[in-house]
């Protein structure tokens, strides 16, 4: 499990849980830092893929170029999202995950 400072311990998943969610998940929010430090993140389609998150992206500038400079990345799945109206107070239910970790380049078609 990852140790995140700022994850509410009594919402954390088990890493079983972390790869229901993952595996559930539509689409990821792909993050990183471009050359001034700011944060960038974009919506991207993933598989998981023997317990690798796979996500595809182009060539061009953007997540591409960001990771090539820099492989960090952090990565959001949300699943199960429901809005909640409680006592005139809006919120919204739903499970996460947010991985952090080194970006591998895979240039293997078939894989």
Do not use: N
Not at 12 to 37: H, I, P, Q, R, W
Not at 61 to 70: E, K, V
Not at 74 to 97: G, I, K, L, N
């Amino acid at each position: 499990m990852i140790d995140y400072p700022l994850l509410a311990k009594d919402r954390e998943l088990s890493a079983s849980e972390a790869l229901e969610v993952l595996e559930a998940g539509e689409f990821c929010v792909v993050s990183t830092v471009d050359v001034d430090g700011m944060p960038y993140g974009v919506p991207l389609s993933y598989v998981m893929l023997d317990g690798a998150l796979c996500f595809h992206t182009t060539t061009r500038p953007g997540t591409a170029g960001q990771l090539r400079r820099d492989g960090r990345a952090c990565v959001t799945v949300a699943t199960e999202v429901e809005p909640c109206y409680e006592d005139d107070f809006f919120t919204t239910r739903f499970a996460s995950v947010i991985a952090r970790g080194q970006v591998r380049r895979v240039e293997d078609g078939a894989a």
